[in-house]
């Protein structure tokens, strides 16, 4: 009679199928329990003093007289500091038109916020970080065999570089 009560409680799978199906409340329905190693000790970082042998210590002193301290007097550095806000606010007062500017500055950050979140979202797509990385490393293989390893190419880089620099200098041809 259990069996028939088992079997009348069970879901109709399961009577399908020929399995069996634990009673409700036997220790088999309970959730399964995840057994993990012990975690590993804790490692002190306070360690004893390793000791020197009786060469070392002098080498210490010697060492130790070779120290430097960077110092800076306050005038200097509060006198570039003004007259670096006294030249900012002069070539801000030389602007004529300081929305545009403002425009520009607004779209820059703008482009910059739409980068990260571009640059965020090819993150997060599988294997599609990997592929840019090797595309960068490519590109950085052949930039150096085209640019960087041979004295002629170089020569021509900086032909380009400053032939770059005088066009948007406006000096140049």
Not at 13 to 32: C, H, I, M, N
Not at 68 to 74: D, E, G, K, V, W
Not at 147 to 152: M, N, S, T, V
């Amino acid at each position: 009679m259990a069996a028939t009560a088992f079997a009348a409680a069970s879901p109709p799978a399961a009577v399908l199928f020929g399995s069996r199906l634990p009673a409700p409340g036997s220790a088999s329905l309970r959730a399964p329990v995840l057994l993990l190693p012990p975690p590993p000790p804790r490692r002190s970082f306070s360690s004893p003093p390793i000791s020197l042998s009786s060469s070392q210590p002098r080498d210490h002193c010697r060492f130790s007289s070779l120290r430097a301290r960077a110092t800076s007097s306050s005038e200097e550095s509060s006198g570039s500091g003004d007259e670096l806000l006294a030249d900012l606010k002069e070539k801000w007062d030389s602007i004529d038109n300081k929305s545009t500017v403002l425009l520009y500055g607004g779209g820059a950050l703008v482009a910059v916020w739409l980068s990260s979140v571009l640059v965020g979202a090819i993150n997060s797509v599988p294997l599609l970080p990997k592929i840019m990385e090797l595309v960068g490393l490519g590109y950085t293989g052949w930039f150096v065999y085209r640019y960087l390893l041979f004295k002629d190419s170089r020569k021509e880089l900086a032909n380009d570089v400053e032939a770059l620099k005088k066009k948007i200098a406006g000096t140049g041809e």
